[in-house]
């Protein structure tokens, strides 16, 4: 792999990197050398995820390097950092192995989701730096293995069950890490991902969960999910450490909202009466157990770290807290106070700083007594007390005078009234005598600074926070919201040129209604059926997938209603099938794969898919080529402007800009949210350098000058709009004709073995290191055009075989055919394709006898295909000479390839070709494959296919091939 220097250091890439690449890795180096945090942005398919990989951890090894050299040589004075590290590794001696005691510096990777982070982890596979120690960190939920355990629906119960299980020493997994963990298997060369660490946890009979902390003392990089950094009491949990360490936040463009969340809750009266009720229930069973009446719910014999006058204390204390919200004078929109009420409203119930520790521990006892001492999954398992640990957590996360300043700066207590919703239908008089009873108080406890969060990062002595994302514009405003500050940054242009791309502000319809989302007009039907008419004409002109983003799910789902009703969807669907992105989640993954599958299916002119921006659709999914060849926008996603939380942030942002004019207005910061998700969803289609597509969007507002600002400094250029809606439509039109036609083909990379795992959600093929689309975007559809890979790779001359080999194995139900050992070479693995479900993913001029394949005599039945065009050779005595007929060609599809050779060939000649390609896959060597070939394809009758073979050869040897081929047929 090429090696390249950046900033001073060495960087090995997999291959030269582009511009945008070295600029990506010179600022992430930069941000690290001088201990300082970055904000870069960097478009989806400019290869920023390899880029932070290898430049980060390519640093990280000089740092190491550095370290270990002064170490020996105790030239401890070169630097007072050095110095300091000193005195941390002598204070800390012999506490544990953890690197950042001596002064090493990890990596700490998060993203979003672990799917995400699975992604990023393949990526460091493939690059020159999977020798490096990396490990994942993942919750019990998808980690735990002990059969009782796993079972538990409820994480809460799944965690409070598994640690006393560990305390107790009851886990047979958990005993077993200590002596396991140096296994070859865990301590090997291979990096594991969760997925892997799972598989290892079940052959060593350990815990994964465990073991990845294990792993995570030796690390050099660990991957985590945000919440596990940014939540103070998950941080903990975890034990991740901070300091000297480096931070990465990958798909930035969320952490603002998360870091809000993770330090905000809401808790209603009815958790706190709940909580009361189960305090009471625990206090019932030790009178019961007393009198020798032992509850059968609760295991009475279960060791308790509590006394029954700690229980009485407690419930003291809730139903006083219960008392003091119920006198909270509440208007009809609810009350607000400022955030350091909460302190007050607690003091009420006698928890205060002093004394917060001892309630957070009894609370804690008392939940993990209730959630393994049931006999029935129907009884208590402490979820009220649940609510109030999650809120004295939040609350007292900080006892210091400065945070609770910071408190009374970033928080607001907002309490309201709601209805209970009932089920049971009533008459207007009971409903109106039963209002008062149905109502219940909500406490919200809101962060509105996203500073708070990474504020407590940096106080953590963290070295640098690097933050990247594909969308991150505009930058002013996302940095004044962070509150750190920030040295380095930097906005990427694209790789793509202006060939590849069309973007198109449509601000009316095919009958001149002018399309606007804005609430006011949201009920027009008019407009409604206006923005149908405007999705049918493109569907018509768009070629493959289209992608369909409205604004929120009631939105699409009153289009979807009216257009059914006016015939507007279904010829839509005659066109190209639609697909609805489902609300819940357990039905997403299904829905997701019929539209890949219909996007290959060469009877389809590919698939429509309706979604919400961001919703699952928009974030994180890799709809490249042919899965996404344009993305609709229908409307701005604005947050609900009478909600209760965006008004009081638009506040506070206003509140804070009486004091500093420069930082973010409240109107400033409402547009920006829905800009923000614009540019996610269209972040979907352009996903790598050789990809193209069309950006529609279907809104007047589009054409506002404040608003183009605000959308991706890369997109603003290329943003065109019509004066008429025939033009815009000739436009696309005449934009897809010359990207087919002028575009090349991107180089197609080979599906690896160890690509290959199995979702246990769905019992659907997974790819790891690949975003759920680029399974799709490997089969073969209706041409070869389908692009996956941005670098190039010595397998790229095999690239054929595993597309086709790949579109059965989609299509098969043998799950046989999805494991990687089966899969020992490309040819054996079309063959096993051929004998299990033959050609049932072929294009449909095979179809029929495909449909046959179960019937008797099969093999005779296929030399008799005058599609494959070989019988005319095997009849050809010499009466007909080479040179009174056309000359004959080696089929283009490789499934008639295949079969064409298979039928020439007797089996021990087959056998030998196929394992000829093996062997040239895997070692390279040209002269032995060559004369394998010569001696299995010289006859000449089968010169063809010996010529059709240049294809699958390495771009270095395809010249001499040609050569030998052209000296052949001469002599």
Not at 56 to 77: E, P, T
């Amino acid at each position: 792999m090429p090696e390249v220097m950046i900033s001073g250091i060495p960087v090995n890439f997999p291959f030269e990197p582009y511009e945008v690449q070295k600029a990506y890795m010179e600022k992430v180096i930069e941000s690290l050398q001088n201990n300082s945090n970055a904000l870069l942005e960097s478009p989806t398919g400019t290869g920023k995820t390899l880029s932070l990989l290898c430049s980060s951890i390519a640093w990280l090894l000089v740092r190491k390097a550095h370290l270990q050299m002064n170490a020996q040589l105790g030239n401890f004075s070169e630097h007072s950092e050095v110095l300091k590290l000193r005195d941390n590794l002598r204070s800390n001696a012999g506490k544990n192995k953890d690197n950042t005691t001596w002064g090493m510096p990890k990596i700490i990777y998060s993203s979003r989701t672990h799917s995400q982070l699975t992604q990023a982890m393949q990526e460091l596979k493939r690059s020159s730096y999977k020798h490096v120690k990396a490990t994942v960190l993942g919750s019990r939920d998808q980690m735990c293995i002990h059969p009782e355990v796993s079972k538990e629906t409820n994480n809460m119960n799944k965690v409070f069950m598994c640690q006393l299980k560990v305390k107790s020493r009851t886990c047979y997994f958990y005993n077993n890490v200590e002596a396991k963990k140096d296994d070859r298997s865990v301590k090997g060369d291979e990096i594991l991902d969760i997925e892997d660490l799972v598989t290892v946890g079940k052959k060593l009979k350990c815990c994964p969960y465990y073991l990845s902390k294990e792993l995570k003392q030796d690390a050099d990089v660990i991957f985590m999910p945000y919440n596990y950094l940014l939540d103070p009491k998950s941080r903990k949990a975890n034990g991740v450490e901070l300091t000297n360490n480096v931070v990465i936040l990958d798909e930035a463009h969320n952490v603002e909202k998360i870091c809000e969340d993770s330090a905000s809750l809401q808790i209603r009266t009815t958790d706190v009466a709940l909580c009361i009720d189960e305090i009471t229930h625990v206090m019932k069973s030790f009178v019961e157990s007393s009198e020798e009446n032992l509850d059968s719910t609760l295991d009475t014999n279960q060791p308790k770290d509590f006394t029954c006058d700690d229980l009485c204390i407690l419930k003291e204390m809730m139903l006083t807290l219960e008392k003091a919200i119920d006198e909270i004078e509440v208007q009809n929109e609810g009350s607000t106070y400022p955030g350091a009420y909460i302190f007050e409203l607690l003091a009420k119930a006698e928890i205060r700083d002093h004394n917060q520790m001892s309630v957070i521990s009894l609370i804690e006892n008392l939940i993990q007594y209730l959630s393994t001492g049931s006999a029935s999954p129907f009884q208590r398992k402490g979820t009220g007390l649940q609510k109030i640990l999650d809120l004295l957590n939040i609350v007292f996360s900080g006892t210091s005078h400065t945070y609770k300043e910071r408190v009374k700066m970033c928080y607001k207590v907002h309490i309201q009234v709601e209805e209970k919703k009932s089920n049971k239908t009533a008459s207007w008089g009971a409903l109106k005598s039963t209002t008062s009873k149905a109502a219940e108080r909500v406490l919200s406890y809101w962060c509105f600074s996203p500073g708070f969060g990474m504020k407590q990062l940096v106080d953590q002595n963290v070295r640098s926070i690097i933050l990247t994302s594909g969308t991150l514009a505009p930058m002013k405003p996302l940095i004044s919201e962070l509150a750190i500050p920030i040295s380095v940054q930097l906005e990427n242009p694209h790789i793509v040129k202006c060939d590849q791309i069309c973007v198109k502000v449509i601000s009316q319809g095919p009958d001149s209604i002018v399309l606007n989302s804005n609430y006011q007009n949201r009920d027009n039907p008019k407009y409604i059926m206006s923005l149908g008419r405007t999705i049918l004409s493109f569907s018509r002109v768009v070629p493959d997938g289209l992608l369909v983003f409205f604004p929120s799910y009631p939105i699409m789902n009153k289009c979807q209603e009216m257009w059914q009703a006016e015939g507007i969807w279904s010829s839509i669907n005659n066109i190209k099938p639609i697909f609805v992105e489902p609300q819940r989640k357990d039905t997403f993954n299904s829905i997701i794969n019929d539209y890949y599958a219909k996007i290959s299916d060469p009877n389809t002119k590919g698939a429509c898919f309706m979604a919400v921006c961001k919703g699952k659709v928009s974030e994180g999914l890799d709809f490249a080529d042919m899965n996404g060849r344009a993305v609709v926008i229908t409307g701005l996603p604005f947050p609900p402007l009478k909600d209760p939380r965006i008004i009081l942030k638009k506040k506070y942002l206003e509140e804070l800009r009486v004091k500093q004019k420069d930082l973010l207005s409240g109107d400033d910061w409402y547009s920006l949210e829905a800009s923000r998700a614009v540019n996610q969803a269209i972040g979907r289609v352009i996903r790598h350098k050789n990809d193209y597509g069309a950006i529609l969007l279907c809104d007047s507002r589009f054409s506002n000058p404040k608003l183009k600002n605000q959308l991706s400094a890369w997109l603003r250029d290329y943003i065109t709009a019509s004066s008429k809606f025939g033009e815009a439509v000739s436009e696309v039109c005449r934009f897809f004709k010359s990207a087919e036609t002028v575009l090349p083909s991107p180089k197609l990379k080979p599906l690896l073995p160890n690509e290959i795992n199995y979702s246990n959600d769905n019992n659907s093929r997974n790819i790891t290191g690949v975003s759920f689309p680029s399974v799709s975007t490997r089969l073969v559809a209706k041409t070869h055009k389908k692009p996956v890979a941005e670098y190039p790779s010595s397998n790229e001359v095999y690239a054929d075989f595993n597309m086709d080999f790949y579109k059965n194995a989609q299509q098969s139900s043998s799950s046989k055919l999805f494991k990687p050992k089966e899969a020992k070479d490309l040819f054996s693995a079309i063959d096993t394709t051929n004998e299990s479900v033959q050609s049932t993913s072929t294009v449909a001029i095979h179809k029929r006898q495909a449909d046959d394949i179960n019937m008797p005599n099969i093999k005779k039945k296929r030399l008799k295909i005058k599609a494959f065009g070989f019988e005319e050779n095997l009849r050809n005595n010499g009466s007909v000479t080479t040179e009174s007929r056309p000359e004959k060609v080696a089929p283009a599809s490789l499934i008639d390839f295949v079969k064409e050779i298979k039928s020439l060939l007797d089996s021990d000649q087959y056998k030998l070709f196929q394992v000829s390609i093996s062997n040239y896959k895997k070692e390279g060597a040209y002269e032995p494959f060559v004369n394998t070939l010569s001696g299995i394809l010289g006859n000449r009758k089968l010169l063809y296919l010996l010529k059709g073979m240049k294809r699958f050869f390495k771009e270095e040897h395809k010249d001499s091939f040609q050569i030998f081929c052209d000296n052949f047929q001469s002599n």
